[in-house]
């Protein structure tokens, strides 16, 4: 296997992230990074996305995926510091539920939601493995800026549809694969990563670790079909309202202007 750096742009939004290297793909391996990354520094580098928010320049207010929750079971996957769960809790969703791999991150979620006044159920796991989540049991299933982590796409798609009931839903954003291979240079784009290389990779980021592979679109598409959902909606298109109200000058801001920096797929469990 190559073990050639490669180029690499931030999993969340702007910037740069280093050089990577390539590594073998050991999920055992790459859930003890990752959770230790997500323990220790992932909030502090990458930031967080969370609702109403799907990434950068892509918003629930705009987008309206879920319409109204109320009375609605929902599973988040990959819930960080809690505040997506504390946006459908405050939207009447019945029961809150979350997986997450880092004990830190639910930590940081419990006492988010307890200061809100809000509950929810909370499991520390992958989540590509069998973790006692109910089966047939819920209306949603979301995940914000997380599902890129697994280290299995079918296989916690297929996950993801039994927890669902039939007609269920499941929502999730994560970085444009374009976006993941175009840089903003001398007030041009260029590429600097092939768009095929699903290769994974490791990339040191202040004293940390983290290790992802960037998918190609078809990539999900295909699993969703495999795991039985239908493609209801899919944005892929920046905000223009939003860019021109934070009147960010930024290279990113100008990147996400000519391209897709994040994508959203709503699919509902046939």
């Not at 997450?100 to 499991?123: M, N, P, V, W, Y």
């Not at 839903?169 to 600097?192: G, T, Y």
Request: aromatic share 12%; proline share 2%.
């Amino acid at each position: 296997m190559n073990k050639n750096s490669v180029y690499r742009t931030n999993v969340i939004g702007a910037g740069e992230v280093g050089r990577a290297i390539t590594v073998d793909m050991d999920k055992n391996s790459i859930h003890k990074t990752n959770s230790i990354f997500w323990d220790t520094k992932g909030n502090d580098i990458l930031g967080a996305t969370s609702l109403p928010f799907y990434g950068a320049f892509v918003s629930e207010e705009k987008c309206q995926l879920f319409g109204d929750v109320s009375g609605k079971k929902m599973l988040e996957i990959g819930c960080g510091t809690g505040h997506s769960l504390q946006y459908q809790g405050e939207r009447k969703a019945s029961e809150l539920w979350a997986v997450d791999i880092s004990e830190k991150q639910i930590e940081k979620a419990k006492q988010h939601l307890t200061a809100c006044g809000l509950t929810a159920r909370f499991i520390c796991s992958p989540m590509e493995e069998e973790c006692g989540i109910p089966l047939d049991y819920f209306d949603f299933v979301y995940s914000i800026y997380a599902i890129g982590w697994t280290t299995d796409l079918e296989g916690t798609f297929c996950r993801i549809a039994s927890y669902l009931k039939k007609d269920g839903v499941f929502i999730f954003s994560w970085s444009h694969p374009i976006h993941k291979c175009v840089v903003a240079e001398n007030n041009m784009l260029a590429f600097k990563k092939c768009y095929f290389d699903e290769s994974w990779y490791s990339v040191s980021l202040d004293e940390g670790t983290l290790t992802l592979s960037d998918r190609k679109l078809s990539t999900y598409v295909n699993a969703l079909s495999k795991a039985g959902f239908v493609i209801e909606q899919m944005v892929e298109q920046s905000d223009d309202e939003m860019m021109q109200a934070r009147d960010d000058t930024s290279d990113f801001a100008k990147k996400a202007k000519m391209l897709p920096v994040t994508f959203v797929i709503k699919a509902r469990k046939l």
